[in-house]
């Protein structure tokens, strides 16, 4: 990079490459005391970026996520280098953070993207760019030429004393002595090997720093005993880390790659380019995929974690050395075609400079929204967010659509994804809401009337007949919808569904402290969660009697980890559709009795959700419902099944011949079934019975 650019180095971690560092860049800052510490951190950054305007950074290792934020932040253009797997990183999140922060992110392997994918689902939609790293030459480090030559004589004498025989064939492998690294299974192939009695003789040599059986009781005293059991004291050894890792590659035959992942290990490379044979295991690392994909699986590649197998391929290599000579200079010329670090740098300039022109078109979306005025913090931002300005709250939010992470809604009743969708935008890189604005505020189906505490109350002489539905299975939250219903000028049935005769029992008494009748309570068995109650056991009577339904149940949702989270979903259903600031269901029924056309009302919920793992089963369920099409990706409709209804608006729902054998049987997955498939399908029915759909909003009060 230093042939076309000015160079500098951020350094947040100490080591013997400073010196190297700063012969070769042009400023470098650091080591930092507290390189984690964003505060710190984005000190500097913040003070130096305006002065020197880079081009871009390369953000080199998911570790060093800490600088993506400031730097997202002042609009510099960022590659992150990930040659982490996301399994062994931590905290879980980290590569959530750094998909959404980074301009670009770049995997070192194919095997490593679908790692990371697992834990962050928005990278499905971004298409990161795999890029093998060229070959790296380390500095030399500053000793003297003594010292040199007495490490290369010392390193010799591990790896080849003079006892062995000269047709010794030296099994090679490298880094620091750590479960990752396999140095357990690199131990286990060397007794299997020794138990199929190759003919040469044979020689396993781990060089790298961390055995220290004598302190290390969480792995080194576990790997001397397997050693000495496996009676290989004279078969293998422990070289200690080296300054003469040239000397290390000339003197071996072949490389053991035993590691349980490794993304792309710099020492594979060296391997090849010193023409060793490789050996590895299957779906471990990157360079298991590479030999597989240029036809070196049958000799190099184990099955996963296959000690037997991975032994019978050492074996073969030590016992020919002419198979070792053919597949050590495949693996050189391969080598040389993959690994090439001009190729790796200009390929990342490249990729840098097109992140460029997308962080322009950023900015100026910040700057066009921030001055529309449009975002509502309160409602964009989660609960209990700290203050912040609203300039980082815009970039936040600029950067979740871009990054296709923690996609939220900027203000009720609109909706991005489906402008995204249905009117698409004018550059590949604009957000979509600056599109908007930019457009004009056109009107189309990514806009939806929400109704507000401050919505105008219509006048109509008209009364429907109206029921409020309560699935009460968590009967210690019955009084908290109860208590939401008190002020309110409402003439209502309820219809309660329970899921004992004790919890019946017990709403009745609730029922009578509040002062509401109850017209019907039902015991229902405990399958279909919510909606089976609805339509199974109530759905006839709804359509008999009443012209609106609401639809409530007692939320929890004990099988997410965090508790908080599930008191806010259901605080935040219930402010909405019953109320507790402000009389939303007075509200709603008003609105709903003055608008025919209205069929359906649900809250608007900030966080963006699709089909997830339910569009099968929903195209399924669709077409008993008579309904022709599906939504791509993005539309309306309410997360958690709580809403306000016309019965004739979904008809075709109330009307299935459901049986409770049809729901699926508890525990259910938190994701996939038919019962969410039919959340998904409400509006669609709503719309397949010619009625519209409205949102509700109470300000200050979002999840």
Request: aromatic share 8%; with cysteine; hydrophobic share 45%.
């Amino acid at each position: 990079m230093s042939q076309k650019y000015n160079v500098i180095a951020l350094v947040l971690g100490s080591g013997e490459l400073i010196a190297d560092y700063r012969k070769q860049c042009d400023i470098v800052i650091g080591p930092l005391e507290e390189p984690y510490n964003p505060v710190i951190t984005g000190g500097v950054l913040a003070k130096l970026i305006p002065e020197i305007k880079p081009t871009f950074a390369i953000v080199n290792s998911i570790e060093s996520r800490v600088v993506l934020p400031i730097l997202a932040r002042l609009f510099v253009p960022t590659l992150c280098l990930i040659h982490e797997f996301a399994s062994y990183t931590r905290p879980l999140n980290a590569v959530s953070d750094v998909v959404f922060w980074t301009s670009e992110v770049v995997f070192s392997a194919a095997i490593v993207r679908a790692n990371a994918q697992e834990v962050c689902q928005a990278l499905g939609e971004r298409h990161p760019v795999i890029l093998r790293q060229g070959r790296t030459i380390p500095p030399r480090p500053d000793r003297s030429p003594l010292e040199y030559d007495w490490e290369a004589r010392r390193i010799s004498r591990l790896m080849r004393p003079s006892s062995l025989p000269e047709n010794t064939v030296v099994v090679l492998g490298m880094g620091f002595v750590h479960i990752r690294k396999g140095v357990d299974f690199f131990i286990a192939c060397a007794a299997r090997v020794a138990a199929l009695h190759p003919h040469c003789p044979f020689r396993f040599v781990w060089v790298g720093h961390g055995f220290d059986p004598e302190k290390d009781v969480a792995y080194s005293v576990y790997l001397r005993d397997q050693l000495s059991r496996a009676g290989l004291d004279r078969l293998m050894v422990f070289a200690g880390e080296t300054m003469r890792v040239d000397v290390v590659y000339e003197l071996a035959d072949i490389f053991l790659l035993s590691s349980r992942l490794d993304p792309l290990p710099n020492v594979a490379i060296d391997a090849a380019h010193y023409q060793l044979p490789i050996v590895c295991f299957d779906r471990t690392t990157g360079i298991a995929d590479l030999l597989t994909e240029n036809g070196f699986a049958a000799t190099c590649v184990a099955p996963y974690l296959d000690i037997e197998e991975a032994a019978r391929r050492l074996v073969d290599l030590i016992d020919s050395p002419a198979l070792r000579l053919e597949v050590g200079r495949g693996l050189k010329v391969l080598g040389a075609e993959l690994f090439d670090m001009e190729t790796y740098v200009e390929r990342l300039d490249q990729i840098a400079c097109d992140c460029a022109a997308r962080q322009s078109m950023e900015q100026k979306d910040c700057i066009l929204i921030e001055s529309a005025e449009v975002l509502r913090v309160d409602f964009f931002l989660e609960p209990k967010s700290c203050a912040t300005p609203m300039a980082e709250v815009i970039r936040t939010f600029v950067r979740s659509w871009a990054s296709g992470c923690k996609r939220r809604k900027p203000f009720p009743g609109f909706h991005p994804g489906i402008y995204l969708d249905q009117h698409g935008i004018a550059g590949e890189a604009r957000n979509p809401l600056a599109d908007f604005i930019a457009a004009g505020r056109p009107t189309g189906p990514w806009l939806c009337p929400v109704i507000e505490p401050s919505s105008p109350v219509a006048v109509t002489t008209q009364r429907l007949r109206v029921a409020l539905h309560i699935h009460a299975y968590y009967t210690d939250l019955v009084p908290d919808i109860l208590r939401r219903l008190e002020g309110q000028d409402l003439d209502l049935d309820l219809l309660i569904s329970a899921s004992s005769q004790t919890a019946a029992d017990d709403i009745r008494s609730l029922l009578s402290q509040f002062g509401r009748n109850v017209v019907d309570i039902r015991i229902t068995p405990n399958r279909g969660r919510d909606i089976g109650p609805l339509v199974t056991e109530f759905g006839s009577l709804i359509l008999s009697r009443y012209d609106l339904i609401g639809h409530l149940h007692t939320k929890k949702t004990p099988d997410l980890k965090d508790p908080e989270f599930s008191r806010l979903w259901s605080e935040f259903l219930l402010e909405n559709l019953l109320g507790g600031q402000y009389p939303m269901a007075a509200k709603i029924i008003s609105a709903m009795t003055a608008d025919e056309s209205l069929g359906l009302v649900f809250p608007d919920d900030p966080n963006l959700c699709g089909w997830t793992d339910n569009r099968t089963i929903a195209a399924e369920l669709a077409k008993r419902l008579d309904i022709d099409e599906l939504p791509e990706r993005y539309f309306w409709f309410p997360i958690g099944t709580m809403f306000w209804a016309r019965t004739q608006a979904l008809l075709p729902l109330l009307t299935q011949p459901w049986g409770w054998d049809d729901y699926p049987e508890e525990p259910l997955p938190y994701d996939g079934t038919i019962l969410h498939a039919t959340e998904r399908l409400l509006p669609l029915v709503a719309n397949k019975m010619g009625y519209r759909i409205a949102l509700t909003n109470v300000p200050g009060v979002s999840r």
